[in-house]
């Protein structure tokens, strides 16, 4: 147990449909980072907050939002969903910008 | 853009005998590397990791390589065991920001 949490841990859901991921980072960890890991695809990373703020930015589209609140958990949110989006998404945390934990991960099924 | 490679999808090895996995990178800043297995289900877990300002890293059965003239790294394990079999990820960093991962190699260990 890796001391993340994600919710749900499976989501089925129409194209065209908006959801929300949710990410508890281990306790004392300031920083978040969310992961798409597609079929026979590499983790993909999609962004960083830290503290609050937006730290970085990978490949996540412009449907694909998130955010950090004050008590450090964050959410991804997913709008107008593609068959291609179907993944898994994972959020990971740290204290240490190196040193990652990741959560179980939620699987995203779009019909 | 794919700057972590790791161009073995599988790898099929004996129970006692030595795996090798290995991942190649393009970008010269990364400068710190690290080897994260998952098993289905899970998130990734860390394994082990290497700065580059060093060659080898060991922790038990696990070695860690890094080239950085071939931008080459690999992951030795030895002896090889049935609970290694997983999925192998191979990350970089460049001064802490934004990982990138390669698209992993299923492992698996034949008893």
């Known amino acids: 147990d890796s001391g993340v949490t994600q919710t749900p841990k499976h989501l089925i859901t129409a194209t065209g449909q908006r959801v929300t991921l949710r990410c508890s980072p281990r306790s004392g960890d300031l920083s978040v980072y969310w992961y798409q890991q597609s079929l026979d695809q590499g983790l993909q990373f999609l962004i960083q907050?830290?503290?609050?703020?937006?730290?970085a930015k990978g490949n996540i589209l412009e449907r694909f939002s998130a955010q950090q609140f004050p008590d450090l958990h964050s959410e991804l949110n997913l709008s107008s969903l593609e068959l291609g989006d179907s993944a898994l998404y994972f959020c990971a945390s740290s204290v240490r910008a190196n040193e990652q934990f990741f959560g179980p991960g939620t699987r995203l099924t779009v019909l | 853009d794919q700057q972590v490679k790791q161009n073995s999808p599988s790898l099929s090895v004996q129970e006692g005998r030595i795996s090798i996995l290995n991942c190649d990178y393009t970008?010269?800043?990364?400068?710190?590397f690290l080897w994260y297995k998952k098993y289905p289900a899970e998130g990734p877990t860390f394994l082990i990791s290497i700065s580059s300002i060093k060659d080898k890293n060991e922790d038990g059965r696990f070695t860690v390589f890094l080239n950085k003239s071939a931008k080459h790294l690999s992951l030795h394990i030895v002896p090889s065991q049935p609970g290694d079999s997983a999925v192998y990820f191979c990350?970089?960093?460049?001064?802490?920001?934004?990982?990138?991962f390669g698209a992993g190699t299923r492992l698996t260990v034949k008893p």
């Open positions: 970008n010269s800043m990364f400068d710190y």
């Open positions: 907050y830290y503290n609050g703020e937006e730290r």
């Open positions: 990350a970089a960093s460049a001064g802490g920001n934004d990982m990138r």
